[in-house]
């Protein structure tokens, strides 16, 4: 069974300092990871994801994250805030099963920018 | 990526009546998902929707509540029936590309409140 921690419920970073969203999982498989965004009133956005290719993944908007297989963490990070990142952040796994793929999501970390 | 609309994008409704959201996706999406995120919660998946038969529901889910259909590849609909006010959630439609992707994109939600 798979399973996703997110070590933080609400994050506060004043504008131009770097953020830190931190994530750990628990697969039996070798997973795939995702981060989403979701804004205010909107959708959920993919931010970036992790297949096997490299273990740092450049996603949208400056975020990138490393996977770290031995602290079984997909922390998200970005050099420098912006109050358009202002937003809801959700570390997702996923596994093969039963012909279709299940998405397992944190229960969500809040991003608040100080000006 | 993929293309997801979702209508309504808000509702209100009374308790004991039925709304109907439907999910309209571009053509290169082959599977459909419906998620509930409750207030102030992480996305929980009801069920995955199958072209021509019927949804495969998950634990908790079923389908006299919400009855799910997917007449072709593009679309589908999700009902929420007798609804009470335990049910005002955002209710979201996600697909996969075709292809064995595991990647998700998700609409713009539907905003659900029962009074």
């Known amino acids: 069974a798979q399973s996703v921690t997110q070590l933080d419920s609400h994050v506060s970073v004043s504008e131009g300092t770097p953020v830190l969203l931190r994530c750990n999982y628990s697969s039996s498989y070798s997973p795939s990871l995702f981060w989403y965004v979701q804004h205010p009133n909107k959708g959920l956005q993919l931010l970036l994801k992790?297949?096997?290719?490299?273990?740092l993944v450049k996603g949208i908007n400056g975020f990138e994250a490393e996977f770290k297989k031995s602290e079984t963490s997909f922390h998200l990070t970005k050099p420098s805030a912006h109050m358009s990142d202002a937003a809801e952040y959700f570390c997702v796994v996923s596994e093969p099963g039963a012909g279709s793929y299940q998405l397992t999501f944190g229960k969500g970390t809040k991003l608040s920018v100080i000006p | 990526s993929a293309v997801i609309s979702q209508k309504p994008s808000r509702d209100i409704c009374q308790r004991g009546t039925s709304l109907t959201i439907q999910c309209q996706v571009d053509?290169?999406?082959?599977?459909m998902f419906w998620y509930r995120q409750q207030p102030g919660q992480s996305l929980t998946l009801i069920a995955t929707?199958?072209?021509?038969?019927?949804?495969?529901?998950e634990s908790g889910f079923v389908i006299d509540k919400f009855p799910i259909s997917r007449p072709n590849l593009t679309f589908s609909t999700l009902t929420v029936s007798n609804m009470s006010p335990e049910d005002s959630s955002i209710y979201l439609c996600?697909?996969?590309?075709?292809?064995?992707?595991?990647?998700?994109?998700f609409g713009p939600g539907t905003r659900l409140t029962v009074l």
């Open positions: 992790y297949t096997s290719a490299a273990t």
């Open positions: 929707a199958n072209q021509g038969s019927e949804a495969t529901y």
């Open positions: 996600s697909g996969a590309l075709a292809g064995g992707t595991d990647t998700q994109y």
């Open positions: 053509s290169q999406v082959t599977m």
